[in-house]
């Protein structure tokens, strides 16, 4: 999608600190962390929110929560715990329009969120 940001750098036109890739997922370090880890999971494909799902992609979505997983592991908050968020439309607070999941963990996260 010509003018979406993160569609920018699953093409590399905009440099990310990718910490995990294949064919379908792409993981990257948020650029404003909130947390010590925060870590930002997108699907190549673009999609504009979590309502632009059908059940044609419940596959995608499922590798999505994998990668989530694995890279709790891999970040070492999988004993501590994390979040993981998905911020829809304007009350939800998504300011990126493609579908991406937030991976939070590191520290004490606050609930409700604000
Ligand atoms: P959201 O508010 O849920 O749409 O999340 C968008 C996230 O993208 C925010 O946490 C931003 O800090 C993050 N972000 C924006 N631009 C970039 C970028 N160039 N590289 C990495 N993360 C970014
Ligand atoms: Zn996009």
């Known amino acids: 999608m010509p003018d979406c940001l993160f569609c920018k750098i699953v093409n590399k036109e905009i440099p990310s600190d990718i910490v995990y890739e294949d064919d379908q997922v792409l993981a990257f370090r948020d ?14 494909e673009h999609f504009a929110s979590i309502l632009h799902i059908q ?18 592991h891999e970040f070492d908050i ?5 979040r993981i968020v998905n911020n829809c439309k304007e009350d939800g607070g998504q300011t ?10 590191g520290r004490k996260l606050a609930w409700p969120p604000g």
């Open 31 to 44: 650029i404003e962390p909130q947390s010590p880890v925060h870590i930002l999971v997108i699907p190549k």
């Open 55 to 72: 059940s044609e992609n419940f596959e995608l979505l499922g590798h999505i929560f994998q990668v989530c997983n694995q890279l709790a």
């Open 78 to 82: 999988d004993e501590s715990g994390f």
């Open 96 to 105: 990126v329009n493609h579908l991406h999941f937030h991976l939070l963990g």
